[in-house]
């Protein structure tokens, strides 16, 4: 840390405390001994270091044109618990992430006066962070008038129904910004007034119940019973904008989706003819590697074969899409596995070359 500055006057040079000021006589011979013996003893250098004790940092003041400046720097161990917790949220990392040797020794290293997080520590942060969070944009939602909602139920792997809630809306600088406000799971049974008050729940709690323009769900019948009741709400409160006429707006994904899926119907059997050959070639890893392995040798993209989820047609579409690019490693397959007894004919990729061709339109449209 720098505490002396040099002076000169006439014929003589010394140095002066940037603390106390006293002024030390500069020796001939350049030894620094008495400097040394002064900071031991300066009386203001000690109380600075009572108030902050140890040694402060120096570090590089970014952005400046002078990259020599330099400004002290406090090792904050709040902010660094804070920039983790962001951390474990953003990548879903496990909260006993902050207990791993490996991380507390790289977390050492930068800073020696890094003190340990506890996993119980690192939940309180992850919640504290979010509550902050949640108050920064309530504060942003207090001056917004009108809100737009798109909601959609899901269901876990472990079988818990739950609905998303997104709120759309456009602030002060006329930009349009995107939120989810919550995470609700339903209780059974599932069914439109259950739906329709676990939703409103969230809103009176982000008090944006008399502030719904639009609401956008899918085309399933409990939605329907949603939007009714919400409606029935909102014209209640006289806060119904153009008397309900755009407020239930139905997912134009899921009507799309819809449209193709009873496209695809049409020729399920040619769909269905693909979806058992990438089957079978993943079932095994020996296949796997055999298919791999004759991908190579024809010099072929290094995608994988991708198995189609029967609801999503634009799944259906990156099946076939990528089924259709090893059309030909198929047939050099067939000569290598004697299980394999579903090869598809040339007509048979003639027509799922065709079937690409508008699901990549549909998928472009979509987009």
Same mark, same amino acid.
């Given at each position: 840390?720098?505490?002396?500055?040099?002076?000169?006057?006439?014929?003589?040079?010394?140095?002066?405390?940037?603390?106390?000021?006293?002024?030390?006589?500069?020796?001939?011979?350049?030894?620094?001994?008495?400097?040394?013996?002064?900071?031991?003893?300066?009386?203001?250098?000690?109380?600075?270091?009572?108030?902050?004790?140890?040694?402060?940092?120096?570090?590089?003041?970014?952005?400046?044109?002078?990259?020599?400046? &330099?400004?002290? +720097?406090?090792? =904050? #161990?709040?902010?660094?618990?804070? $920039? /983790?917790?962001?951390?474990? %949220?953003?990548?879903?990392?496990?909260?006993?992430?902050?207990?791993?040797?490996?991380?507390?020794?790289?977390?050492?290293?930068?800073?020696?006066?890094?003190?340990?997080?506890?996993?119980?520590?690192?939940?309180?942060?992850?919640?504290?962070?979010?509550?902050?969070?949640?108050?920064?944009?309530?504060?942003?939602?207090?001056?917004?008038?009108?809100?737009?909602?798109?909601?959609?139920?899901?269901?876990?792997?472990?079988?818990?129904?739950?609905?998303?809630?997104?709120?759309?809306?456009?602030?002060?600088?006329?930009?349009?910004?995107?939120?989810?406000?919550?995470?609700?799971?339903?209780?059974?049974?599932?069914?439109?007034?259950?739906?329709?008050?676990?939703?409103?729940?969230?809103?009176?709690?982000?008090?944006?119940?008399?502030? &719904?323009?639009? +609401?956008?769900? =899918? #085309?399933?019948?409990?939605?329907? $019973? /949603?939007?009714?009741?919400? %409606?029935?709400?909102?014209?209640?409160?006289?806060?119904?904008?153009?008397?309900?006429?755009?407020?239930?707006?139905?997912?134009?994904?899921?009507?799309?989706?819809?449209?193709?899926?009873?496209?695809?119907?049409?020729?399920?059997?040619?769909?269905?003819?693909?979806?058992?050959?990438?089957?079978?070639?993943?079932?095994?890893?020996?296949?796997?590697?055999?298919?791999?392995?004759?991908?190579?040798?024809?010099?072929?993209?290094?995608?994988?074969?991708?198995?189609?989820?029967?609801?999503?047609?634009?799944?259906?579409?990156?099946?076939?899409?990528?089924?259709?690019?090893?059309?030909?490693?198929?047939?050099?397959?067939?000569?290598?596995?004697?299980?394999?007894?579903?090869?598809?004919?040339?007509?048979?990729?003639?027509?799922?070359? &065709?079937?690409?061709?508008?699901?990549?339109?549909?998928?472009?449209?979509?987009?």
């Amino acid at each position: 840390m720098l505490c002396f500055q040099p002076r000169a006057i006439s014929q003589f040079s010394f140095y002066e405390c940037i603390h106390c000021g006293e002024k030390i006589k500069k020796l001939k011979d350049g030894t620094t001994t008495p400097l040394h013996r002064h900071i031991s003893d300066c009386p203001k250098l000690k109380a600075v270091n009572t108030i902050h004790p140890g040694q402060l940092k120096l570090k590089v003041v970014p952005g400046k044109l002078d990259s020599s400046m &330099v400004q002290n +720097l406090k090792f =904050d #161990n709040s902010r660094i618990r804070e $920039v /983790v917790s962001h951390m474990i %949220m953003v990548h879903e990392l496990p909260f006993n992430f902050v207990e791993y040797e490996l991380f507390n020794v790289v977390m050492k290293e930068a800073n020696p006066g890094f003190n340990k997080i506890s996993r119980a520590s690192a939940k309180q942060d992850c919640v504290a962070s979010y509550e902050i969070g949640k108050k920064r944009i309530k504060k942003m939602l207090s001056a917004i008038n009108r809100v737009s909602i798109t909601t959609d139920m899901w269901m876990s792997v472990q079988n818990i129904h739950y609905i998303v809630v997104t709120c759309h809306f456009v602030d002060s600088d006329f930009k349009l910004n995107k939120c989810i406000l919550s995470f609700l799971d339903v209780p059974p049974p599932y069914s439109g007034l259950c739906i329709y008050d676990s939703l409103f729940k969230c809103l009176k709690e982000w008090n944006n119940e008399t502030k &719904v323009a639009t +609401l956008t769900v =899918d #085309n399933a019948t409990t939605n329907d $019973v /949603v939007a009714t009741k919400l %409606m029935e709400i909102m014209n209640f409160q006289k806060k119904l904008v153009v008397g309900g006429k755009l407020f239930h707006v139905r997912c134009c994904a899921h009507i799309l989706n819809l449209l193709v899926q009873d496209g695809l119907s049409e020729i399920k059997d040619i769909i269905h003819n693909v979806h058992e050959n990438v089957k079978h070639v993943n079932a095994s890893p020996g296949r796997l590697h055999i298919f791999s392995e004759l991908s190579k040798q024809m010099t072929l993209s290094k995608k994988h074969l991708i198995l189609d989820v029967s609801t999503r047609w634009n799944a259906t579409y990156v099946m076939l899409s990528t089924a259709l690019k090893f059309k030909d490693v198929f047939v050099n397959y067939a000569d290598r596995e004697s299980t394999y007894k579903i090869l598809p004919t040339s007509e048979d990729w003639d027509k799922v070359e &065709v079937i690409c061709s508008f699901l990549g339109f549909s998928t472009r449209l979509q987009k």
